[in-house]
């Protein structure tokens, strides 16, 4: 028999520009958790934009402080998790977070990521001549990771506020008790 999971959390996963910021704010509020952006905590730790560190130390050091930031959030209880689009690709990271998070992929087509971001300069790896093609081409690179969190959900013809409460009653359902 397995072992049920002690899910005190809750992690987004997927691509930049899904609504893992914006949805995880609201689920926070829906079920009185914390909010943590794992960008953000990078950020504080480091005094550097994420953009900074792309650009001086390379994606692989940027990695290696997910990693690190990561294995910090692990004690935390009660929050809501957004995570950086990459994340999810080191599976380490997505092993650590379902040991005491639900994790929930909130997924886009191409065409809607590339309409939600393309006015973001802080996005570094849209830095890109065909930002278009990257889109596609690290989606369909990132797909067999995100495809590995606990639930699924489209935010293309949803409102954030709608995906929220989607995630919020995906959360309640698998921490109920047993019956």
């Not at 590339?114 to 278009?132: F, G, T």
Request: hydrophobic fraction near 40%; charge should be positive.
């Amino acid at each position: 028999m397995q072992s049920r999971r002690q899910l005190v959390n809750l992690a987004l996963v997927g691509f930049m520009g899904t609504g893992k910021t914006s949805v995880g704010r609201l689920v926070a509020e829906q079920l009185h958790f914390e909010f943590l952006d794992t960008d953000e905590l990078i950020q504080a730790h480091t005094g550097r934009t994420i953009a900074d560190i792309f650009a001086h130390d390379g994606e692989p050091a940027f990695r290696a402080l997910e990693r690190k930031v990561v294995e910090e959030i692990s004690a935390r209880k009660h929050t809501v998790i957004s995570t950086g689009g990459g994340l999810p690709t080191n599976a380490e990271n997505l092993a650590a977070l379902k040991t005491h998070a639900l994790v929930v992929c909130l997924w886009s087509s191409p065409g809607k990521i590339w309409e939600r971001v393309r006015n973001q300069s802080h996005r570094p790896l849209l830095h890109d001549p065909d930002p278009q093609k990257k889109i596609s081409e690290l989606l369909a690179e990132r797909a067999p990771f995100y495809r590995q969190a606990d639930v699924l959900i489209n935010t293309d013809l949803r409102s954030a506020r709608e995906v929220a409460t989607q995630v919020a009653l995906q959360f309640k359902l698998a921490t109920r008790p047993p019956r």
